[in-house]
């Protein structure tokens, strides 16, 4: 069965065009394949609940009629950005319905600063130590992001028994960070072996 493919943004994120993940979505729509990049609710002062419910909601969907899985869940693979990487972890640690349908994963830029921020103080990590990760998944963010001074692999990477990929002056991996276009994200999309590189 094809996968579809589920984009989920950060914080104070509405979808710009200059974003790698704009771009990442139409690049896949482009080839064929069925892309979700939802806007997710109130990106500047997020709800974790509400955006779980949208992932469950897009999780969950049956695939369209006329399709070979036409009814049934379909497959899933997600690749999830700066603050939707801490409401994934949430989604796991929940059990959150649709999970099952999940054949990789994709976590860019995960954050550790989002109780320093009032409006979205209600993002705290849950407990990554023991957490199951209920498909293949891989880590990658940029060295020195100020949004994870401990580092991916110390705060995401070790506990979860994970490699996170870091890539050089990449930032927050942002369009301020030149992040617009980014092959390497595609092919991996395409191909789950795929290294991530830099831009």
Known sequence: MTSSFLILHGWQNHRPE???QHWLAA???????D???PQLPDAD????????AEFERHLTAPAPSGTPASGRPRRHIVIAHSLATVAWLHAVARGLPGLDTVDRTLLVSPVTTATDYPEIAG????????????SPTRIVAGAGD?????????????????????????GHLTPD??????????????????????R
């Open 18 to 20: 200059g974003h790698w």
């Open 177 to 198: 960070d030149g992040y617009g276009p980014w092959p390497s994200v595609l092919a991996w999309c395409l191909d789950g072996e795929t290294r991530l590189t830099a």
């Open 35 to 37: 892309v979700a990049y």
């Open 123 to 134: 993002f705290a990590l849950p407990p990554l130590p023991g957490l199951t990760l209920p």
């Open 27 to 33: 690049s896949l729509t482009d080839l064929g394949h």
């Open 45 to 52: 002062t997020p709800e974790l609940d509400a955006w779980l």
């Open 146 to 170: 100020p949004y994870c001074p401990e580092g991916a692999q110390a705060a995401y990477g070790d506990p979860l028994g994970v490699t996170a990929e870091v890539l050089p002056d990449a």
